[in-house]
């Protein structure tokens, strides 16, 4: 069916109706109309959808098509503006409001015992919203005077008037795109999860959904982005865009209500304001006298004059934050006759107008230690145990006085008191205490006098993703921008290089955050840290991941709490073990990682697997650990003491895609072959093996509660249950369109979910095998779904897709409740922890991901890093080499030098393929980014001239990831061929696609012969195909493979064809006869790449074993085996001078080789982020964290050399 966009361009275009025309007829504005062909707004309200309609004078049938398109129906509720009739809103029932209905977002908003009075306010507030339906409705009012109290009062008396209720806190000014992404999600029911690139768009989309729905929408704490001071209203640099939010909100026509909470009218609020329209403010005062009263009733032995405590309540103008406080200090300070509190107050009298003033007040009267304390609590930013307080903490001697600390503080009514037994500040004093802990940082930092600056972390590197990036914003970013206004970015570079220098030479090794601070500075300043010291320096909480760190000095330093980049490849597999301490991960770099929960913290390495690790599974009792991989095996970790002890490795036949273990122990296995595998775990030894699957399984899951009962699914498509002691599957469950991908049961056992490469979950009925729903668009996921995962109450499901995002489903109403967004990549497997709170994911971006879900906030990100190099090839005059690789970088180097000349950037995923044309002028590539991109060389000179390079023609998209790509003789076509099972041609003057050819499955590599038409490709199907691409026929399929072909090469003469496959061969084929004239089999992995000398003699080969082989032809031999690289060897190429071998490995290197000689020539190696950085003899590096810095290029010298120099 035709998109909205698409419908509305077609009906444009043939009224002939242009946007500025069509806007005017239906009344809304130029840029709408615009969004609404662009497809940014998917869902337009019903009213504009109508008038639209009307306007381009469609017929019945297409008003209904159209109404269809935009997702609305006859049946649909009437959604209106607050012009329209209160009789034409969506009804409420008299008795139950529309809470049926109504979805309520309230995880930010607090929960607040108790409420003093108000009653006024609270009803002028509801007259405003509900009867008068004000669109804009500002709460101000000085700090601590209730504002955010009332507003929470206000949404539980009047939420039953709205279909849905937002409430998002502004306390730690998060970017105002955010707040819109975090609104725009649950009013679009997720179909809208990315929305339009500008913050107008964002806007413009948002409003949509205020007319189409009830919503109401609180923004709290709306002081956070204001400037403050002398710049009343105005708003923090970058946070302007909350003033066009705001305007906009107010001024548009909607039947929604935006509530504002701020000590500060906005600009906007001043100028829009009035006492009748749609937009209104009211400022709170103090509570009324009696209400005052109540702050003084528990306190024990009070005496009083009801004239002083009227007078007391009176000089403190009511304002219950300020009551609170001063009850706890009258309390604390054990003043029993108010009488001598009220004797000393002002002189003067003054009557209390700013809650600054009793703030700075009450932080004089605070000792050292309690000042530690609120510091602290100020930098954490939510509550924090007292055992983890304690932790931060430098000073031996305050560690000792923290508990007494916190209580004096909670009895002054300083802190609060978390559900979970963590301490934090109120709003009110959070926003004070940072503003004094930056200003005493700048200070010491201008002065080079270093004590508070070493005593408190500015950032904490190990907090949770959305603490980190709050505490680089609200304290980071603040301390930079004030001292680079004072000084100058040069100078305060150089001062705090100094105080560097000072510390290492006054007092080398000294405990604290300095260091650390200093090292966050300079990396939010942009700074170059390259050979960088900080040798003998304590490096506590520095943030040290996703950066290069070349040659940067760490010997003999002391890390604590610092994060680090990991050698990770792609997360493929992810498992939590059931007593929660653990996180199980496998990945493409063959390793299987054992995480310590919920920090993050490598703990243990496992490298006996040779291939991708595609499943991990802990065992019912966490006793045992297995994988399953790529390379064939299954290997069975049991546990003893804190250490999983390798015991067993399960040989499965064919390669491994997933594994589970049931209660009694027993695993079961899928993967290349047609079975279920199931082995006993003590043994090894195969327990039973259930056939019926009529392709490749990929998914497998033993029922949580009967260890008989087992579910697979698999490339037929077919989801299918078991009993394990029968021979046949007691269901087939046939209602998928593409690979069942992925399965699992719900804990009670009556439940069976599938994803599948047809986009969709399945929820199926375990015992009937009736699909109970489906899962998908407009809700559900725009890419193939690779994961799914009940939560272990039942409620949740979660699935990951390869479109990047996880999304939380409600089980019962099959209704996405969340959308996790954060991956930038493929998301290969998701896992629950045991009590349902975390849900870990693993990406093809090389990342873990920890989740609340809950709130859907990204806990903890633990990057990765490899580059392996995909893809070699010569330019045609011999002198310059392309590669591509995983940071999705296309370099280009000189032959002669091996230096990288150039680096072209644009793909959004790994470069799996480059190609030159015939005539050097032109390079394509392609990338696991779905995308084929061509670049042209400037001039004549080819890429031997390489400005202007950066620019790339984007020829289009395959539907996955893009495998190879090649240039046809001619130069005037461009084949590309990927992961989803077709090979493209495309004409290169217009980008135009030509032919878009299915094939039965992924197809791995294409190549054109050099003097015909011919088109090879070989892919999974173990089938090679040609093509005359004149003639537009395939000639007889090649076949003899016995699994996947990696690599097709033509010879120069077009007579011959090479081919490399996963079944460790090399076979060369007559093209003329159709048959297979040599099979070379001394590779003992698989062969990856293949290439043909100009002479149409020699053949080389790349392989898995990490070797090159150079072949004869003509009698099949191996005439030499080169070996060098480390890894696997991905792609070969020769030059066409016939004299070099160019190799390019998963050892993020390219080889170059004398093909005569044999010997390596020259070595050229990518960047890793940590080149030369010296951790020699640094403590506080276990052995795994040390072999992980070294694997990504740190060193650790040995010998008597001074390396701290």
Not at 58 to 87: K, M, N, R, W, Y
Not at 339 to 354: E, M, T, V
Request: charged share 25%; net charge negative; glycine share 8%.
């Amino acid at each position: 069916m035709a998109t909205f966009a698409e419908l509305l361009a077609k009906y444009m275009n043939r009224t002939g109706v242009n946007m500025n025309r069509l806007a005017e007829k239906i009344g809304v504005k130029r840029p709408t109309i615009l969004y609404w062909l662009e497809g940014k707004v998917t869902h337009p309200a019903r009213k504009n959808v109508q008038a639209c309609a009307e306007a381009l004078r469609l017929s019945d049938q297409e008003h209904q098509e159209f109404l269809a398109a935009a997702g609305h129906s006859d049946s649909d509720l009437q959604t209106v503006t607050t012009e329209i009739p209160e009789q034409n809103l969506m009804p409420v029932n008299p008795e139950t409001g529309n809470n049926t209905l109504a979805r309520q977002y309230l995880s930010e908003m607090p929960n607040l015992p108790v409420f003093y009075g108000r009653d006024d306010e609270l009803a002028t507030l509801t007259q405003w919203i509900v009867t008068e339906k004000c669109r804009l409705v500002a709460i101000l009012g000085i700090g601590g005077i209730g504002k955010t109290a009332l507003a929470a009062k206000l949404v539980k008396h009047i939420q039953d008037k709205f279909q849905y209720v937002i409430w998002k806190s502004l306390r730690e000014a998060p970017p105002v795109e955010n707040i819109l992404g975090d609104v725009i999600k649950p009013l679009s029911n997720y179909q809208d999860i990315d929305g339009p690139d500008s913050l107008g768009h964002k806007i413009t989309q948002l409003i949509e959904y205020l007319e189409q729905s009830r919503c109401l929408l609180v923004l709290d704490n709306a002081e956070a982005i204001l400037q403050g001071g002398t710049h009343v209203g105005q708003y923090r640099k970058g946070d302007e865009g909350y003033g066009e939010l705001i305007k906009r909100v107010g001024e548009s026509s909607h039947q929604s209500c935006l509530v504002l909470t701020s000590r500060e009218k906005p600009k906007e609020i001043k100028l829009l304001a009035g006492e009748t329209g749609p937009i209104r403010s009211r400022q709170i005062t103090g509570l009324d006298e009696p209400e005052g009263d109540k702050f003084f009733t528990n306190i024990p032995y009070f005496s009083h004059s009801p004239l002083d405590l009227i007078k007391l309540i009176r000089h403190y103008a009511c304002n219950p934050f300020a009551l609170k406080v001063v009850a706890g200090d009258i309390q604390e300070w054990s003043f029993e006759d108010i009488s001598k509190w009220i004797g000393q107050l002002d002189d003067g009298g003054s009557i209390f107008d700013d809650i600054n003033h009793l703030l700075t007040e009450q932080f004089e009267r605070l000792s050292v230690i309690e000042r530690e304390v609120i510091y602290w609590l100020a930098i954490n930013r939510e509550p924090i145990l007292m055992s983890d307080l304690k932790e931060d903490v430098v000073s031996p001697k305050i560690k000792r006085e923290v508990c007494n600390a916190l209580n004096s503080l909670g009895r002054r009514y300083l802190i609060e008191k978390a559900t979970d037994g963590g301490f934090t500040l109120q709003n009110v004093m959070m926003e004070y205490t940072t503003e004094q802990l930056v200003t005493k940082v700048v200070t010491e930092i201008e002065t080079a006098e270093i004590s508070f600056f070493n005593s408190h972390a500015l950032i904490k590197a190990t907090a949770k993703d959305y603490v980190r990036e709050t505490q680089i914003r609200l304290i980071l970013n603040p301390v930079k921008e004030r001292l680079i206004a004072d000084m100058g970015q040069a100078r305060v570079e150089n001062q705090l290089k100094q105080i560097l220098s000072k510390l290492r030479k006054e007092s080398p090794g000294l405990p604290g955050y300095a260091a650390g601070n200093i090292f966050n500075l300079l990396r939010q300043m942009d700074i170059d840290l390259s050979g960088s010291d900080f040798s003998q320096l304590a490096v506590w909480q520095a943030y040290l991941q996703g950066l290069n760190l070349h040659s940067v000095n760490f010997a003999h330093a002391e890390f604590k709490q610092s994060v680090f980049t990991q050698t990770i490849g792609s997360v493929l597999a992810v498992a939590l073990s059931p007593d929660g301490k653990w996180l199980a991960t496998g990945d493409a770099n063959n390793e299987v990682r054992l995480w310590r929960m919920p920090s993050c913290e490598l703990y243990s390495v496992f490298q006996e697997h040779t291939d991708w690790v595609f499943s991990v599974a802990f065992s019912s009792d966490g006793q045992m650990l297995a994988s399953g991989s790529q390379d064939g095996t299954i290997i069975i970790r049991k546990r003893h003491e804190e250490k999983y002890l390798n015991t067993r490795t399960i040989e499965h036949g064919t390669w491994v895609r997933s594994i589970a273990f049931n209660c009694d122990g027993l695993l079961a296995s899928v993967g290349g072959d047609h079975d279920v595998k199931i082995w006993n775990s003590d043994d090894g030894t195969l327990f039973k093996k259930l056939s019926g699957h009529i392709d490749r399984v990929q998914a497998v899951a033993f029922s949580p509660t009967d260890d008989h009962i087992l579910v697979s699914g698999g490339e037929d498509r077919t989801v299918r249950n078991w009993d394990i002691r029968q021979a046949d599957p007691l269901q087939t469950l046939e209602e998928h369109n593409g690979w069942t991908r992925a399965i699992a049961i719900s804990p009670d056992g009556k439940k069976i979910a599938s994803g599948s490469y047809d986009h969709t979950i399945k929820l199926w009925d375990m015992h009937t095998g009736q699909c109970l729903d489906t899962l998908k668009r407009p809700e559900g996921h725009t890419d193939r779904v690779r994961a799914v995962a009940f939560s272990p109450d039942g409620q949740t499901l979660a699935s990951g897709s390869y479109d990047s995002t996880i999304r939380l489903w409600n089980v019962h109403t099959a209704k996405c409740q969340q959308v996790l967004q954060g991956h930038t990549d493929w998301v290969w497997s998701i896992a629950f922890s045991a009590d349902g709170k975390i849900l870990a994911s693993g990406s093809n971006d090389q990342t873990v991901r920890l989740w609340n879900v809950q709130t859907g906030r990204c806990l903890k990100t633990v990057h990765g890093y490899v580059n392996w190099i995909w893809s070699v090839a010569f330019s045609p005059d011999g002198q310059t080499l392309a590669s591509g690789s995983n940071d999705h970088a296309v370099r280009i180097w000189d032959r002669q030098s091996g230096q990288c000349l150039k680096t072209l950037h644009g793909h959004q995923g790994w470069v799996r393929s480059v190609a030159f044309s015939s005539d050097g002028q032109k390079l394509v590539t392609g990338s696991e980014d779905k995308t084929v991109r061509v670049y042209s060389a400037p001039d004549l000179r080819g890429f031997g001239n390489l400005e202007g390079l950066d620019k790339a023609t984007i020829l289009g998209k395959h539907d996955n990831w893009v495998e190879s790509v090649s240039f046809s003789p001619d130069d005037e076509q461009i084949a590309s061929c990927g992961g989803d099972s077709t090979v493209k041609i495309w004409r290169v003057s217009d980008g135009k696609c030509l032919s878009n050819l299915p094939y039965s499955d992924r197809v791995r590599s294409i190549a054109f012969s050099a003097a015909t038409h011919r088109l090879a490709s070989g892919g999974d199907d173990k089938m090679i195909n040609i093509l005359d691409t004149k003639k537009g026929k395939f000639t007889p399929i090649l076949e003899g493979h016995t699994d996947g072909i990696l690599s097709v090469s033509f010879s120069s003469d077009s007579q011959k064809l090479a081919s490399g496959s996963q079944d460790n061969t090399v076979k060369i084929w007559d093209v003329a006869n159709n048959k297979c004239v040599n099979t070379l089999s001394d590779h003992t992995g698989k062969v990856r790449s293949v290439a043909f000398s100009t002479n149409c003699r020699i053949v080389i080969s790349g392989s898995d074993d990490k070797t090159i082989k150079i072949w004869d032809t003509y009698n099949g031999e191996c005439v030499k085996t080169l070996s060098g690289h480390e890894r696997p060897v991905l792609s070969v190429a020769i030059s066409p001078d016939a004299q070099t071998i160019a190799s390019s490995s998963k050892d993020e290197t390219i080889r170059l080789w004398d093909i005569n000689t044999h010997e390596c020539l020259m070595t050229l190696r990518l960047p890793k982020p940590y080149d030369g950085m010296n951790i020699t003899k640094a403590a506080g590096l276990t052995d795994e964290q040390k072999a992980a810095l070294k694997a990504l290029g740190a060193v650790e010298y040995n010998g008597l050399t001074d390396l701290t120099d």
